[in-house]
C-alpha cells in the first residue's frame, strides 16, 4: 500500500504582527522527497504513524510530500500557505495521473488552528484541495493539535480526524492512534464516519493540563470512558488556543464511528455539555501578579518555574516581554535565576563585544512594545552560542536557535537568541552555555502549561498573571473577527 504523507504545521496568534513565513518553517525543518524521509519522521505525528504501522506488520510505502512546521507566531502569508498547498496538491494531482502511482491513503499532520493573511482556516483549506484531488474514496486521516479550531470544512473534507490526547501534547500518540486507524481502514476493518460539535466558548490556558485532577483531565477521561463504546473509533476533545480570532473559533469536539452516524452525534453532544457546563471552572485562574509571584517563588523551597503566562512563545507571543525581568531585578537572591529573551539586537551587540566584555543595552520589549518595555542593563557576556539544537521538543527533533548568547546580572543569568526558539521552555536553552539547572532558585518559562521538559527537577509552578498577547485574561485581547455572543467575553450566550 502507498500512503502519501505531509505535515503543515503552524499555531496562529491573530494578535501577534510577526508574520510567518517560509524561513520560519525552515527554522523547525522544512523537508521535501528523500530528505523529509531523513529527518521528518524521527518524531511527532508521522513518528507515531510509522509505528503503526510496524506494530501491526502492515506492508507499505510512505510517498513523501512535504515536511514544515513553524511553531506558533502570527499568521502566515498568502505566499506561504499557497506554497504548502499547491506543492501538496499539485504532488497528490501527479500521482492521480499515473496508474501505478496512485497512493492508497492520505495521512495530514497538521496543527488545526493556523490562519493565514487571507484565509481564516488553512488546514480546511487543505484537506478539501486534497479531497478534491484524490475523489471520494481515498481515505485523509488527519491527526491535528487538540488546541485546534475545529471547522466544517475540515470535517466535511476528512476521512477522519484523532487529535491529541493529553496536555502535555503526545504528538507521537496521537499519530500512532490515526496511523492505526488509517492501517484498519485500509484492511477494510472499519469505515469512519464522523460528527463535530461547536462550543460556543473558549478558555485562557491555566486549566489545560489533563493530569492531575481538574476539569480538562475529566473532559479527557470522559473521552476515554466513551471511546471503550462499540463502535466508537476517536473521541477528540479541542479546547481551542485562546488566541484565534476568526468567525468560526471556539471549542469542538469531533468523534469517530465505525460508520454509526447517530452514536458519533450522540457523544459529541455529551462532550460538549460537558465542557459547557463546566465552563465556570475551566476559567479558574491560578496566576497572580507579577511581583507577588516572584516574591512566592522567593519563599518557596526549591527549584520554581515561573509562568510567563502572558509572553507565551507556545501561543506566539514573541518572547521579549520584560515584565518578569524587571519584578526579578527588584529582589535579591542567592541562588541564580533564569530568564529567556528575544533580542537579536544585544545578541548582535555582544558578539561584537566578546566573551567576558561588559555590554551596556536596551533589552527586550521591542517586539511586544504594547505590554512591556525596553530595560536598560549592563550585562557580563558569559558566553556565545546558539546554533541547530538537537532535541525533541512538541513533536520535533531539533531547532534553529540562529545566535544565542547568555548574559549575566547580579542572580540574573539571560538566555538571549535571536528569535524565539522554544523560550527557555527546554533546559538545553541553559545547557548549551553549560549551566546546570539543578542548581538554580527559579526558571521563567515562556508558557503556561507546558512545563514537561523540567518535570524531571520537581518543580513548583507558579504562573503570574502578565499582560501579553497571550494573557490570561482573554477579555483584554483585541477580538474583532471572533463570533459573538461567546463565553466568557458576553453574559448572554445559549447553547443547544
Ligand atoms: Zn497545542
Request: charged fraction near 20%; aromatic fraction near 6%.
Given at each position: 500500500m502507498r500512503i502519501a504523507i505531509a505535515k503543515y504545521g503552524q499555531e496562529t496568534n491573530s494578535f501577534s504582527s510577526t508574520l510567518t513565513t517560509l524561513d520560519t518553517f525552515r527554522k523547525f525543518g522544512l523537508y521535501q522527497g528523500s530528505d523529509f524521509l531523513q529527518h521528518g519522521v524521527n518524531a511527532g505525528p508521522i513518528a507515531g504513524l510509522f509505528a503503526a504501522c510496524q506494530d501491526q506488520a502492515f506492508s507499505w510505502e510512505p510517498i513523501p510530500l512535504v515536511r514544515g512546521w513553524a511553531g506558533a507566531s502570527g499568521k502566515i502569508t498568502e505566499e506561504t500557505h499557497d506554497w504548502f498547498v499547491n506543492n501538496i496538491v499539485t504532488q497528490l494531482a501527479n500521482q492521480m495521473n499515473v496508474t501505478d502511482s496512485i497512493p492508497d491513503a492520505l495521512f495530514l499532520d497538521l496543527h488545526g488552528a493556523a490562519q493565514a493573511v487571507h484565509l481564516d482556516d488553512c488546514e480546511g483549506e487543505l484537506i478539501a484541495q486534497c479531497r478534491d484531488v484524490l475523489g471520494k474514496e481515498?481515505?485523509?486521516v488527519v491527526a491535528l493539535d487538540h488546541h485546534a479550531n475545529l471547522t466544517e470544512k475540515m470535517v466535511g473534507s476528512a476521512s477522519a480526524i484523532v487529535a491529541h490526547r493529553t496536555q502535555p501534547h503526545d504528538?507521537?500518540?496521537?499519530?500512532?492512534?490515526?496511523?492505526?486507524?488509517?492501517?484498519?481502514?485500509?484492511?477494510?476493518?472499519?469505515?469512519?464516519?464522523?460528527?463535530?460539535?461547536?462550543?460556543p466558548m473558549l478558555t485562557h490556558q491555566e486549566q489545560f493540563l489533563t493530569s492531575p485532577a481538574g476539569p480538562m483531565q475529566e473532559w479527557f477521561q470522559l473521552a476515554r470512558d466513551r471511546e471503550?463504546?462499540?463502535g466508537v473509533l476517536a473521541i477528540s476533545p479541542c479546547p481551542m488556543q485562546p488566541w484565534l480570532d476568526t468567525?468560526?473559533?471556539?471549542?469542538?469536539?469531533?468523534?469517530v464511528t465505525d460508520g454509526d452516524k447517530s452514536l458519533a452525534q450522540e457523544i459529541a453532544e455529551e462532550m460538549a455539555w460537558f465542557a459547557w457546563e463546566n465552563r465556570s471552572r475551566f476559567m479558574k485562574q491560578t496566576s497572580v501578579p507579577p511581583e507577588l509571584a516572584v516574591e512566592k517563588a522567593l519563599h518557596t523551597d526549591g527549584f520554581v518555574i515561573l509562568s510567563d503566562t502572558g509572553d507565551s512563545v507556545f501561543g506566539g507571543a514573541p518572547g521579549d516581554s520584560t515584565v518578569l525581568l524587571k519584578a526579578l531585578m527588584d529582589i535579591t537572591?542567592?541562588?541564580?535565576?533564569?530568564?529567556?529573551?528575544?533580542?537579536?539586537?544585544v545578541v548582535q551587540q555582544a558578539y561584537v563585544a566578546g566573551e567576558g566584555a561588559l555590554v551596556a543595552v536596551e533589552i527586550g520589549g521591542k517586539q511586544d512594545c504594547v505590554f512591556s518595555q525596553p530595560v536598560a542593563i549592563e550585562c557580563e557576556v558569559v558566553q556565545l552560542g546558539g546554533g541547530r539544537i538537537e532535541v525533541e521538543v512538541i513533536g520535533n527533533d531539533s531547532y534553529d536557535a540562529g545566535q544565542a548568547v547568555l548574559l549575566r546580572w547580579r542572580h540574573i543569568l539571560l538566555a538571549v537568541t535571536e528569535t524565539e526558539g522554544v523560550g527557555g521552555n527546554h533546559p538545553v536553552c541553559y545547557e548549551q552555555f553549560g549551566v546546570d539547572v539543578n542548581g538554580v532558585k527559579l526558571a521563567v518559562l515562556k508558557t503556561a502549561s507546558n512545563f514537561q521538559y523540567y518535570r524531571h527537577l520537581s518543580p513548583t509552578i507558579i504562573r503570574a498573571d502578565s499582560n501579553g498577547m497571550t494573557m490570561s485574561g482573554v477579555e483584554r485581547l483585541p477580538w474583532k473577527s471572533l463570533s459573538r455572543p461567546i463565553f466568557p467575553l458576553d453574559d448572554e450566550v445559549k447553547f443547544g
Open positions: 481515498i481515505p485523509i504528538p507521537f500518540d496521537t499519530g500512532y492512534q490515526a496511523g492505526k486507524m488509517l492501517v484498519d481502514i485500509l484492511q477494510g476493518q472499519v469505515n469512519p464516519i464522523m460528527a463535530l460539535e461547536k462550543i471503550r463504546v462499540d468567525s468560526e473559533a471556539g471549542w469542538g469536539v469531533v468523534v537572591c542567592e541562588q541564580d535565576c533564569l530568564i529567556p529573551m528575544v533580542d537579536p539586537e
